[in-house]
């Protein structure tokens, strides 16, 4: 019995090892995204679209995601592909495409997904200016495209538009932040992160890293200011240097002084 029951616990924690790993293998490979939930469920999609997804396209969705959390990622595809075929305006199928074709390495599929959700999350927030879930998941989808202006726009509407605070919201919107170098806008969303979250240890990693690029933006301004003023400096210093009449007209070397108009001097 005895060894019956270390076989059966040995079983258990190799089963759950490699559900860790398997987790873990997502987590890197989505990459901006990592407090991202890992799908939607009904609810959220309904959410997100602001109106019901039909019923085929949500089954080959949720397909589609146990296919990917199982790291079946060409089934995984193959599911979510055939979702947004039967509903095109499928946002967050298109989104999750994008991420399994990532997984599979196949950034360009990824980049047309990631563009077909941009596509599918603007139509549903020019329906809907309050919907903050859309709204975040135009700003994941602009973020795996690269296009981080665009993310700070739709993720600080998300942010404004939210019924209750989400701090996997402002973790996405310092991240697009500190990709365009504003790293005191980052610093700001992270604080409010961890306020909401203080368990947030991604937001925690990344607070370290904007802290840093704050402090190197501050000192080559610091660097300029001081090269500015020294120029300033010496340029003042060359005009008091100068003879008062610097401005006058000259008179070339070996020139004569005489009025041109009146006649030479007889000898």
């Known amino acids: 019995m005895t060894k019956l029951r270390s076989t059966l616990y040995a079983l258990l924690v190799s089963a759950l090892l490699a559900t860790a790993a398997a987790c873990s293998k997502k987590q890197t490979s989505q990459g901006s995204d990592s407090n991202a939930p890992a799908d939607g469920g009904t ?12 019923g085929d396209a949500r089954e080959a969705f949720e397909r589609g995601m146990v296919a990917y959390r199982a790291d079946r990622d060409e089934e995984a595809v193959g599911e979510l592909k055939r979702a947004v075929e039967l509903d095109p305006d499928f946002a967050e199928a298109h989104y999750r495409l994008g991420n399994a074709y990532l997984a599979l390495g196949n950034r360009d599929e990824a980049e047309k997904a990631f563009r077909g959700g941009v596509k599918a999350y603007e139509k549903i927030t020019r329906r809907d200016e309050k919907n903050s879930d ?3 998941f135009l700003g994941l989808c602009n973020e795996k495209l690269g296009e981080y202006d665009d993310a700070v726009k739709a993720l600080k509407e998300a942010v404004k538009s939210s019924p209750e605070e989400n701090d996997d919201k402002y973790y996405e919107l310092a991240f697009a932040h500190v990709k365009l170098a504003q790293y005191d806008e980052a610093v700001r969303a992270l604080n409010k992160a961890l306020e909401i979250k203080p368990d947030n240890y991604p937001a925690k990693d990344l607070l370290e890293e904007a802290k840093a690029g704050a402090e190197r933006v501050a000192d080559f301004r610091k660097h300029q200011q001081e090269q500015l003023r020294k120029q300033q400096k010496n340029s003042n210093a060359n005009n008091s240097n100068s003879p008062a009449n610097s401005n006058a007209p000259r008179t070339p070397s070996g020139a004569s002084n005489r009025d041109p ?4 001097p007889q000898d």
């Open 43 to 54: 609810q959220q999609q309904q959410q997100q679209q602001g109106e019901p997804v039909s």
């Open 134 to 136: 859309a709204f975040y």
């Open 261 to 264: 108009l009146q006649p030479p």
